[in-house]
């Protein structure tokens, strides 16, 4: 089962346009005032945040090595302590790392001590919402972000963050419009990956795979292309084409030989295309690499669904016991599964209760309401999860089953339906139920529901008989 979850790769993107805020504005004064004559690693990764790209993440820790030891000489420089905040936050997000979050913060603090946001510290404002981003406090990153745009409402590089705080708060007219402003202030390969992530997220495939392919060409790091590549596979795994999708994730593996979420996309492709030992061990290797509590979740029903228990209760295991950020939905869906619904009802109505209103929010919240036999509730949180307008197997299948619990039979097959239509192998565990139900709720009937019969003319009522028709009628009987 693939988490829906803001991506990784987005997320990226949006710490990125931090770090191109703040690394090459102030130009040399970063390394010295003469830069030398070929770009080092460090100034790779502050070129790329200058354009907007991720940088390389060897480029990107260089970075960071040359930030710490300026600051030891230059502890007042604002700027440094901005740009250590951002790469930071950005390095925790590639490497799944939440330690070097606390640093990040650390780092911002002291840029905003040295330069107070009221007298015109914004890049360290913009770090702060990514940071927030990244730990899945979006109403924090919303606050920062909102503050600089305001400020300064052609400063693109606060659009990203607030496009990411918007979709974990479940606002996404204002997501949309952030999406249209960036576009109008900016171009290259992180805004057609926002394009294609809106796009994506109501529905429309075809704008979505044709912004990817626009983020391909006009990638400027390798690390940009393998995301747009990833990007690709992604939405060809969506649509139900596994072959495709372990496509693009060989080609982004081919310019980013650990690239995480296209191992992960790697693992699951195999695993649709009926190749289970090469997706486990695809699995091993995108977890060493990236462990996200997705991947973890996705990784143990696979596990599961191949009679490997105790490998499976391991990771479900290691992600209940692990330090996450962003990861309310995925631990809901696994306590759901795997575990306690009531508790996974509690944990999702607090994170809907801060405001957290996000379509996999709604999902999760309504398939733990589901199977703590609240199925009722649950349907309307799986109406608000399915309205958007987003492509997703899991939340149809999720859907389906709760009218079905309440006996609504034609709505249950058609969600269920759909489910396997959209991607018939959107889960090694829960694809097998989903045909199952298909044939439990057999074909639909020949007769249209009553809601969709056209109205029958009305009958003519017979002629009700007059008094004096009742006396001759009575007078008649002998």
């Known amino acids: 089962m693939k988490s829906e979850n803001v991506s990784r790769t987005v997320l990226a993107c949006g710490v990125g346009a931090v770090l191109a805020a703040t690394a090459l504005l102030y130009g040399p004064e970063l390394f010295g005032r003469t830069p030398p004559p070929a770009p080092g690693p460090a100034q790779r990764a502050a070129n790329a945040a200058n354009a907007g790209a991720q940088a390389a993440l060897p480029d990107l820790v260089a970075l960071i090595g040359d930030r710490e030891q300026w600051l030891k000489a230059h502890p007042g420089d604002d700027a440094s302590w901005a740009v250590l905040g951002a790469a930071y936050t950005e390095r925790g997000l590639r490497r ?10 650390s780092a911002l603090k002291r840029s905003l001590a040295e330069l107070p946001a009221a007298r015109g510290n914004v890049d360290a404002q913009l770090g702060m919402a990514a940071l927030a981003n990244a730990r899945g406090d979006w109403k924090s990153a919303k606050e920062w972000g909102e503050r600089v745009r305001k400020a300064n409402p052609k400063r693109w590089s606060a659009y990203p963050v607030l496009i990411d705080a918007y979709n ?7 997501a949309q419009k952030a999406t249209e402003t960036l576009a109008d ?28 392919l626009d983020a391909v060409a006009l990638a400027e790091t390798g690390a940009d292309k393998a995301a747009a590549l990833a990007r690709l596979g992604d939405l060809a ?3 139900g084409e596994p072959a495709e999708a372990l496509n693009q994730y060989g080609t982004a593996l081919r310019v980013v030989r650990d690239h995480g979420p296209s191992l992960a996309g790697r693992a699951r492709a195999l695993a649709a295309l009926g190749r289970p030992q090469e997706a486990v061990q695809a699995w091993r290797a995108a977890l060493e690499r990236l462990p996200l509590p997705e991947y973890l979740l996705e990784a143990g029903e696979l596990y599961e669904s191949l009679d490997l228990d105790g490998d499976a209760q391991a990771l479900y295991e290691r992600l209940r016991t692990g330090s996450w950020t962003r990861a309310e939905a995925v631990l809901g869906l696994l306590e ?18 801060r405001g957290h209103r996000s379509v996999q929010v709604a999902d999760a919240l309504g398939w733990a309401l589901h199977r703590s036999g609240e199925s009722k509730e649950a349907l309307e949180y799986a ?16 859907r389906g089953e709760i009218e079905r619990a309440l006996d609504d039979y034609g709505p249950a097959r058609r969600h269920v339906s759909e489910a396997l239509r959209t991607n018939p192998y959107f889960s090694p565990r829960l694809a097998p139920r989903a045909r199952e139900a ?30 004096t028709q009742k006396a001759v009628t009575q007078r008649a009987v002998p």
Do not use: N
């Open 336 to 353: 759901a599964d795997h575990g306690d619904p009531a508790q996974a009802v509690r944990r999702l109505r607090a994170e809907w209760d």
């Open 438 to 467: 298909v044939t439990a709720l057999g074909d639909p009937p020949d007769e249209l529901p009553k809601e969709l019969r056209p109205e029958e003319p009305a009958k003519q009522a017979p002629p009700t008989k007059t008094v």
């Open 168 to 174: 974990g708060l479940g606002d996404y007219k204002a």
């Open 185 to 212: 202030l900016h171009s290259g390969a992180a805004v057609s990956t926002r394009s294609a992530q809106l796009f994506r997220d109501h529905g429309w495939r075809e704008d979505a795979g044709a912004a990817a």
């Open 237 to 239: 795994w969506e649509r």
């Open 96 to 105: 799944g790392d939440a330690a070097d979050f606390p640093r990040a913060e």
């Open 383 to 398: 109406k608000r999860a399915t309205d958007l307008g987003l492509r997703s197997a899991l939340f149809a299948y999720h």
